[in-house]
Protein backbone atom coordinates (compact mmCIF):
# COMPACT_ATOMS: atom_id res chain seq x y z
CA UNK A 1 0.00 0.00 0.00
CA UNK A 2 0.93 3.65 -0.97
CA UNK A 3 -0.60 5.94 1.37
CA UNK A 4 -0.86 9.62 -0.35
CA UNK A 5 -2.45 12.87 0.64
CA UNK A 6 -5.00 13.77 -1.95
CA UNK A 7 -8.53 15.97 -2.40
CA UNK A 8 -11.84 14.33 -2.65
CA UNK A 9 -12.02 14.86 -6.34
CA UNK A 10 -8.60 13.26 -6.86
CA UNK A 11 -9.19 10.17 -4.46
CA UNK A 12 -12.63 9.71 -6.78
CA UNK A 13 -10.25 10.23 -10.23
CA UNK A 14 -7.54 7.53 -8.98
CA UNK A 15 -10.53 5.31 -8.19
CA UNK A 16 -11.87 5.47 -11.01
CA UNK A 17 -8.53 4.99 -13.08
CA UNK A 18 -8.05 1.74 -11.04
CA UNK A 19 -11.43 0.09 -11.75
CA UNK A 20 -10.55 1.10 -15.05
CA UNK A 21 -7.16 -0.71 -15.21
CA UNK A 22 -8.76 -4.02 -12.96
CA UNK A 23 -11.55 -4.32 -15.30
CA UNK A 24 -11.93 -4.19 -18.55
CA UNK A 25 -15.94 -4.36 -18.75
CA UNK A 26 -15.70 -1.20 -16.67
CA UNK A 27 -16.90 1.94 -19.17
CA UNK A 28 -17.64 5.86 -18.30
CA UNK A 29 -19.82 7.83 -19.64
CA UNK A 30 -21.09 11.60 -19.28
CA UNK A 31 -21.28 15.04 -20.31
CA UNK A 32 -17.83 16.55 -21.10
CA UNK A 33 -16.08 13.53 -19.07
CA UNK A 34 -13.81 12.65 -21.47
CA UNK A 35 -11.83 15.95 -23.29
CA UNK A 36 -12.84 18.27 -20.49
CA UNK A 37 -12.04 15.48 -17.75
CA UNK A 38 -15.19 16.96 -16.16
CA UNK A 39 -16.62 19.93 -14.72
CA UNK A 40 -15.16 19.61 -11.29
CA UNK A 41 -11.69 17.35 -13.43
CA UNK A 42 -12.73 13.91 -11.62
CA UNK A 43 -12.26 12.56 -14.57
CA UNK A 44 -9.36 14.22 -15.69
CA UNK A 45 -7.04 12.69 -17.87
CA UNK A 46 -8.82 9.15 -18.01
CA UNK A 47 -10.01 9.29 -21.69
CA UNK A 48 -6.31 10.39 -22.82
CA UNK A 49 -5.23 7.06 -21.03
CA UNK A 50 -7.94 4.59 -21.44
CA UNK A 51 -9.66 5.54 -24.96
CA UNK A 52 -12.67 7.05 -26.64
CA UNK A 53 -14.45 3.79 -26.60
CA UNK A 54 -14.25 3.14 -22.37
CA UNK A 55 -14.27 6.99 -21.28
CA UNK A 56 -17.01 8.70 -23.40
CA UNK A 57 -18.53 11.90 -23.55
CA UNK A 58 -21.96 11.50 -24.10
CA UNK A 59 -25.12 14.24 -25.66
CA UNK A 60 -26.91 16.14 -23.34
CA UNK A 61 -29.20 13.66 -22.17
CA UNK A 62 -29.91 12.24 -18.58
CA UNK A 63 -32.37 9.97 -19.54
CA UNK A 64 -30.36 8.31 -22.73
CA UNK A 65 -26.95 8.33 -20.25
CA UNK A 66 -28.98 5.88 -17.96
CA UNK A 67 -30.57 4.22 -20.48
CA UNK A 68 -27.68 3.25 -22.61
CA UNK A 69 -25.47 2.09 -19.23
CA UNK A 70 -28.96 -0.12 -18.56
CA UNK A 71 -28.05 -1.93 -21.77
CA UNK A 72 -24.15 -2.08 -21.27
CA UNK A 73 -25.12 -3.81 -18.06
CA UNK A 74 -27.43 -6.25 -19.73
CA UNK A 75 -24.39 -7.12 -22.23
CA UNK A 76 -21.76 -7.59 -18.77
CA UNK A 77 -20.46 -4.47 -18.94
CA UNK A 78 -19.98 -2.95 -15.38
CA UNK A 79 -20.92 0.82 -16.23
CA UNK A 80 -19.90 3.94 -14.43
CA UNK A 81 -21.92 7.40 -15.81
CA UNK A 82 -22.06 10.74 -14.35
CA UNK A 83 -25.03 13.44 -14.37
CA UNK A 84 -22.74 16.52 -14.08
CA UNK A 85 -24.76 18.15 -10.89
CA UNK A 86 -27.71 16.72 -9.04
CA UNK A 87 -30.38 18.91 -10.20
CA UNK A 88 -29.79 17.97 -13.59
CA UNK A 89 -31.19 13.88 -12.15
CA UNK A 90 -34.76 14.33 -12.84
CA UNK A 91 -34.52 13.70 -16.78
CA UNK A 92 -33.59 10.20 -15.72
CA UNK A 93 -35.67 9.36 -12.88
CA UNK A 94 -37.99 7.31 -14.49
CA UNK A 95 -34.58 5.01 -16.08
CA UNK A 96 -33.78 5.02 -12.31
CA UNK A 97 -36.48 3.94 -10.67
CA UNK A 98 -39.06 2.09 -13.51
CA UNK A 99 -35.87 -0.16 -14.89
CA UNK A 100 -32.47 0.11 -12.64
CA UNK A 101 -33.81 -0.65 -9.33
CA UNK A 102 -36.66 -2.85 -10.50
CA UNK A 103 -35.06 -5.42 -13.14
CA UNK A 104 -32.85 -7.31 -11.04
CA UNK A 105 -36.61 -8.48 -8.56
CA UNK A 106 -38.68 -8.64 -11.52
CA UNK A 107 -36.27 -11.38 -12.80
CA UNK A 108 -35.82 -12.65 -9.66
CA UNK A 109 -32.13 -11.71 -9.68
CA UNK A 110 -31.28 -13.60 -13.05
CA UNK A 111 -30.54 -10.22 -14.06
CA UNK A 112 -28.35 -7.85 -12.31
CA UNK A 113 -27.52 -4.12 -13.35
CA UNK A 114 -24.01 -3.21 -12.27
CA UNK A 115 -24.30 0.56 -12.60
CA UNK A 116 -22.79 3.11 -10.58
CA UNK A 117 -24.58 6.62 -11.12
CA UNK A 118 -22.43 9.28 -10.07
CA UNK A 119 -23.79 12.34 -8.89
CA UNK A 120 -22.13 15.83 -7.79
CA UNK A 121 -24.27 16.87 -4.71
CA UNK A 122 -25.44 19.23 -2.02
CA UNK A 123 -24.42 23.21 -1.91
CA UNK A 124 -21.89 25.54 -0.42
CA UNK A 125 -20.43 26.24 -3.95
CA UNK A 126 -22.49 29.32 -4.88
CA UNK A 127 -23.59 27.87 -8.07
CA UNK A 128 -26.96 28.91 -10.12
CA UNK A 129 -30.39 27.36 -10.02
CA UNK A 130 -30.53 23.28 -10.12
CA UNK A 131 -26.80 22.99 -9.14
CA UNK A 132 -27.18 22.57 -5.33
CA UNK A 133 -29.69 19.87 -5.22
CA UNK A 134 -29.49 16.83 -2.27
CA UNK A 135 -32.36 14.15 -3.45
CA UNK A 136 -30.68 11.32 -1.65
CA UNK A 137 -34.57 10.49 -0.07
CA UNK A 138 -36.29 10.45 -3.40
CA UNK A 139 -33.95 7.41 -4.58
CA UNK A 140 -33.68 6.12 -1.05
CA UNK A 141 -37.32 5.06 -0.71
CA UNK A 142 -36.97 3.31 -3.92
CA UNK A 143 -36.31 -0.72 -3.33
CA UNK A 144 -33.08 -1.88 -5.13
CA UNK A 145 -31.09 1.16 -5.08
CA UNK A 146 -28.35 1.87 -2.82
CA UNK A 147 -27.21 5.26 -1.54
CA UNK A 148 -24.09 6.11 -0.46
CA UNK A 149 -22.11 9.26 0.06
CA UNK A 150 -18.16 9.20 1.10
CA UNK A 151 -16.79 12.39 3.75
CA UNK A 152 -13.55 11.90 3.24
CA UNK A 153 -10.60 10.94 0.87
CA UNK A 154 -10.28 7.71 1.75
CA UNK A 155 -13.95 6.85 2.05
CA UNK A 156 -13.81 8.30 -1.93
CA UNK A 157 -11.54 6.70 -3.09
CA UNK A 158 -12.93 2.97 -1.34
CA UNK A 159 -16.16 3.33 -1.43
CA UNK A 160 -16.40 3.91 -5.30
CA UNK A 161 -14.27 1.22 -6.32
CA UNK A 162 -16.35 -0.78 -4.22
CA UNK A 163 -19.46 0.49 -5.70
CA UNK A 164 -18.09 -0.33 -9.06
CA UNK A 165 -17.83 -4.03 -8.24
CA UNK A 166 -21.47 -4.17 -6.66
CA UNK A 167 -23.51 -6.31 -8.29
CA UNK A 168 -26.70 -3.98 -7.37
CA UNK A 169 -26.80 -0.33 -8.59
CA UNK A 170 -25.83 1.75 -6.38
CA UNK A 171 -26.51 6.08 -6.62
CA UNK A 172 -22.91 7.50 -5.23
CA UNK A 173 -23.81 11.22 -4.09
CA UNK A 174 -20.23 12.75 -3.91
CA UNK A 175 -20.52 16.26 -2.22
CA UNK A 176 -19.08 18.86 -3.94
CA UNK A 177 -18.30 21.41 -1.90
CA UNK A 178 -15.60 18.64 -0.35
CA UNK A 179 -14.17 18.28 -3.50
CA UNK A 180 -10.98 20.25 -2.62
CA UNK A 181 -10.87 18.83 1.15
CA UNK A 182 -7.92 16.97 1.41
CA UNK A 183 -7.08 13.45 3.63
CA UNK A 184 -4.92 10.55 3.37
CA UNK A 185 -5.67 7.56 1.03
CA UNK A 186 -3.74 4.36 1.04
CA UNK A 187 -3.89 3.21 -2.34
CA UNK A 188 -2.90 -0.25 -3.54
CA UNK A 189 0.01 -0.18 -4.86
CA UNK A 190 0.63 -1.99 -8.51
CA UNK A 191 1.57 -5.61 -7.28
CA UNK A 192 -0.96 -5.79 -5.02
CA UNK A 193 -3.57 -4.88 -7.38
CA UNK A 194 -2.63 -6.04 -10.78
CA UNK A 195 -5.95 -6.77 -12.18
CA UNK A 196 -7.33 -8.32 -9.72
CA UNK A 197 -10.27 -5.87 -9.34
CA UNK A 198 -10.40 -6.91 -5.89
CA UNK A 199 -11.18 -4.01 -2.98
CA UNK A 200 -11.04 -6.47 -0.64
CA UNK A 201 -8.41 -6.03 2.34
CA UNK A 202 -6.88 -4.05 5.31
CA UNK A 203 -6.46 -0.60 3.62
CA UNK A 204 -10.53 -0.49 2.98
CA UNK A 205 -12.36 1.51 5.42
CA UNK A 206 -14.91 -0.45 5.83
CA UNK A 207 -17.64 -2.62 3.79
CA UNK A 208 -19.52 -0.37 1.27
CA UNK A 209 -22.77 0.29 3.94
CA UNK A 210 -21.27 0.30 7.16
CA UNK A 211 -20.94 3.56 9.44
CA UNK A 212 -18.44 4.22 11.40
CA UNK A 213 -17.78 6.62 14.39
CA UNK A 214 -15.41 9.51 13.38
CA UNK A 215 -15.05 11.07 16.82
CA UNK A 216 -15.94 9.34 19.94
CA UNK A 217 -17.94 10.55 22.58
CA UNK A 218 -20.26 9.91 25.60
CA UNK A 219 -22.96 12.90 25.66
CA UNK A 220 -24.67 12.71 22.67
CA UNK A 221 -24.54 11.44 18.68
CA UNK A 222 -24.58 13.18 15.91
CA UNK A 223 -25.22 11.42 12.90
CA UNK A 224 -24.43 12.71 9.36
CA UNK A 225 -22.83 11.59 5.91
CA UNK A 226 -21.17 13.02 3.11
CA UNK A 227 -21.01 16.98 3.37
CA UNK A 228 -22.17 17.19 7.01
CA UNK A 229 -19.69 14.98 8.79
CA UNK A 230 -16.94 18.13 8.43
CA UNK A 231 -19.58 20.24 10.37
CA UNK A 232 -20.64 17.91 12.81
CA UNK A 233 -16.65 17.26 13.43
CA UNK A 234 -16.50 21.12 13.71
CA UNK A 235 -19.00 20.86 16.50
CA UNK A 236 -18.87 17.84 18.69
CA UNK A 237 -14.58 20.09 19.28
CA UNK A 238 -16.93 23.35 20.10
CA UNK A 239 -18.73 21.18 22.75
CA UNK A 240 -15.60 19.99 23.73
CA UNK A 241 -14.22 23.66 24.67
CA UNK A 242 -17.88 23.42 26.83
CA UNK A 243 -16.80 20.07 28.63
CA UNK A 244 -19.32 18.17 26.24
CA UNK A 245 -18.33 14.83 25.16
CA UNK A 246 -20.15 14.38 21.40
CA UNK A 247 -20.09 11.76 19.37
CA UNK A 248 -19.96 11.91 15.81
CA UNK A 249 -21.36 9.05 13.25
CA UNK A 250 -20.42 9.12 9.98
CA UNK A 251 -23.08 6.82 8.15
CA UNK A 252 -21.46 6.70 4.82
CA UNK A 253 -24.75 5.09 3.38
CA UNK A 254 -28.52 6.62 3.11
CA UNK A 255 -29.82 3.13 2.02
CA UNK A 256 -29.20 0.86 3.41
CA UNK A 257 -28.47 2.57 6.67
CA UNK A 258 -26.21 0.98 9.02
CA UNK A 259 -28.77 0.89 11.88
CA UNK A 260 -27.44 -1.36 14.35
CA UNK A 261 -24.43 1.00 14.86
CA UNK A 262 -26.24 4.01 15.53
CA UNK A 263 -28.15 2.01 18.00
CA UNK A 264 -24.88 0.88 20.05
CA UNK A 265 -23.94 4.74 19.79
CA UNK A 266 -27.36 5.64 21.04
CA UNK A 267 -27.68 3.56 23.83
CA UNK A 268 -24.54 4.82 25.05
CA UNK A 269 -24.94 8.03 24.76
CA UNK A 270 -28.46 8.32 25.50
CA UNK A 271 -29.29 11.06 22.69
CA UNK A 272 -29.19 11.91 18.88
CA UNK A 273 -29.25 14.88 16.68
CA UNK A 274 -29.05 13.77 12.62
CA UNK A 275 -27.88 16.11 10.50
CA UNK A 276 -28.22 16.30 6.14
CA UNK A 277 -28.08 19.51 3.70
CA UNK A 278 -31.39 18.14 2.85
CA UNK A 279 -34.84 19.57 3.76
CA UNK A 280 -35.61 17.71 7.32
CA UNK A 281 -39.44 17.02 5.96
CA UNK A 282 -39.22 13.93 4.96
CA UNK A 283 -35.96 13.67 4.61
CA UNK A 284 -33.45 10.81 5.66
CA UNK A 285 -33.39 11.87 9.44
CA UNK A 286 -36.76 11.10 9.75
CA UNK A 287 -36.35 7.48 8.89
CA UNK A 288 -33.53 7.37 11.02
CA UNK A 289 -35.32 9.20 13.84
CA UNK A 290 -37.90 6.47 13.38
CA UNK A 291 -36.37 3.91 13.99
CA UNK A 292 -33.62 4.80 16.46
CA UNK A 293 -36.68 5.93 18.54
CA UNK A 294 -38.29 1.75 17.82
CA UNK A 295 -35.27 0.22 19.05
CA UNK A 296 -33.79 2.87 21.73
CA UNK A 297 -36.80 3.89 23.52
CA UNK A 298 -35.56 3.61 26.89
CA UNK A 299 -31.85 4.24 26.28
CA UNK A 300 -33.36 7.59 25.38
CA UNK A 301 -32.78 10.69 28.04
CA UNK A 302 -34.51 12.97 24.83
CA UNK A 303 -36.04 13.00 21.84
CA UNK A 304 -34.37 12.45 18.75
CA UNK A 305 -33.82 15.73 16.96
CA UNK A 306 -33.30 16.69 13.15
CA UNK A 307 -31.12 19.25 11.79
CA UNK A 308 -31.20 20.23 7.56
CA UNK A 309 -32.29 22.42 5.00
CA UNK A 310 -35.40 23.87 5.15
CA UNK A 311 -39.00 23.25 3.54
CA UNK A 312 -38.45 25.18 0.67
CA UNK A 313 -36.71 25.59 -3.25
CA UNK A 314 -32.63 26.02 -2.57
CA UNK A 315 -32.15 29.97 -2.96
CA UNK A 316 -29.92 31.76 -4.44
CA UNK A 317 -25.98 31.83 -4.01
CA UNK A 318 -25.75 34.83 -1.77
CA UNK A 319 -28.73 33.51 0.69
CA UNK A 320 -27.24 29.76 1.00
CA UNK A 321 -25.09 30.10 4.09
CA UNK A 322 -28.38 30.89 5.67
CA UNK A 323 -30.01 28.08 3.96
CA UNK A 324 -27.62 25.25 5.09
CA UNK A 325 -27.14 24.01 8.27
CA UNK A 326 -24.39 25.29 9.82
CA UNK A 327 -22.21 24.66 13.02
CA UNK A 328 -24.61 27.28 15.08
CA UNK A 329 -27.81 25.30 14.06
CA UNK A 330 -26.01 22.09 14.59
CA UNK A 331 -25.44 23.17 18.24
CA UNK A 332 -28.28 24.95 18.93
CA UNK A 333 -29.91 21.12 18.46
CA UNK A 334 -27.30 19.86 20.60
CA UNK A 335 -28.15 22.27 23.69
CA UNK A 336 -31.76 21.63 22.79
CA UNK A 337 -31.18 17.84 22.86
CA UNK A 338 -28.74 18.49 26.30
CA UNK A 339 -31.17 20.64 28.10
CA UNK A 340 -33.89 17.81 28.24
Same mark, same amino acid.
Given at each position: ??? @?????AKALNEALRAALEADPKVLLMGEDIGKLGGVFRVTDGLQKDFGEGRVMDSPL??????????????????????????????????????????????????????????????? +????? =????????????????????????????????????????????????????? @???? #??????????? +???? +?? #??????????????????????????? @?????????? =??????????????????????????? =? @?????????? #?????????????????????????????????????????? =???????????????DRSLAY
Amino acid at each position: MVT @KSLPVAKALNEALRAALEADPKVLLMGEDIGKLGGVFRVTDGLQKDFGEGRVMDSPLAESGIVGTAIGLALRGYRPVVEIQFDGFVFPAYDQIVTQLAKMPARSQGKVRLPVVIRIPYGG +GIGAV =EHHSESPEALFAHVAGLKIVSPSTSSDAYWMLRQAIESDDPVIFFEPKRRYWD @KGEV #ALPDSDSDSGS +GSVA +GP #AAPGALHEARVARPGTDLTLAAYGPMV @KVCLQAAAVA =EEEGRSIEVLDLRTVSPIDFDTVQTSV =E @KTGRLVVVHE #APVFFGSGAEIAARITERCFHHLEAPVLRVGGYHAPYPPARL =EEEYLPGLDRVLDAVDRSLAY
